[in-house]
């Protein structure tokens, strides 16, 4: 009977073991995914900022190409 009972705390202590490790390991996962997902969170506000970057750059030149015609319309005038 003592040996069956040795037996079985020897067990329950591989199974303890074992559920730690599991439990540390889920925890380093967690932490990994939630650092994951905050620099992906990152990634998506640069670009957007990107995006938004890039349509007031575009804007920009096309009013400069507009201020261009009429400063070219404008020097036109004055050629002999």
């Known amino acids: 009977m003592n040996a069956a ?3 079985i705390e020897a067990s329950t202590g591989k199974v303890m073991g074992a559920v730690d490790e599991i439990s540390t390991a889920l925890r380093e996962q967690s932490q990994a995914a939630n650092q994951l997902a905050q620099e992906v969170e990152k990634i998506a ?7 938004l970057s890039a349509k007031e750059s575009s804007l920009a030149a096309g009013h400069l ?3 261009a015609a009429n400063l070219k ?3 036109d005038r004055f050629r002999v």
């Open 45 to 51: 506000q640069r670009t957007e900022k990107n995006g």
């Open 5 to 7: 009972r040795a037996r």
């Open 65 to 67: 190409e507009e201020l």
């Open 73 to 75: 319309q404008a020097v």
